[in-house]
């Protein structure tokens, strides 16, 4: 059985940094494009980034490019998000995504199979 597990949320003040994790089993995690989504409560959940399966491709929204960056550890079956220069509407639930296919053109990332439970990420003004 597939799992996402997310960690490395939190409280940070505006202008600090983070990074999330997503460590993976069930399957061959090298053998899979990886993304990060987040979701405002009452809004839709929004794409963030996504990474090729041996990380040669990464693509951003573009509210976050230039300020995260999404990276993989397939020996270690993990996916990051260092997220810098944090602002208050990085505020979400980001989820950790697996399957499908990455992009080089909006929406990026389709076809997802899996989906992590998510982790909170708060930003304070």
């Known amino acids: 059985q597939v799992q996402l597990v997310e960690s490395g949320g939190g409280l940070v003040q505006a202008g600090g940094s983070l990074r999330l994790s997503c460590a993976a089993s069930g399957r061959t995690f090298s053998s899979y494009d990886m993304g990060w989504f987040r979701q405002v409560p009452g809004k839709e959940r929004e794409f963030v980034a996504c990474?090729?399966?041996?990380?040669?491709?990464?693509y951003y929204a573009d509210s976050v490019k230039g300020r995260f960056t999404i990276s993989r550890d397939n020996a270690k079956n993990t996916l990051y998000l260092r997220m810098n220069s944090l602002k208050p509407e990085d505020t979400a639930v980001y989820y950790c995504?697996?399957?499908?296919?990455?992009?080089?053109?909006?929406?990026?990332?389709?076809?997802?199979?899996?989906w992590g439970k998510g982790t909170l990420v708060t930003v304070s003004s």
């Open positions: 990474i090729s399966r041996r990380g040669a491709n990464t």
């Open positions: 995504a697996s399957g499908g296919r990455t992009i080089a053109t909006k929406p990026y990332y389709y076809g997802i199979d899996y």
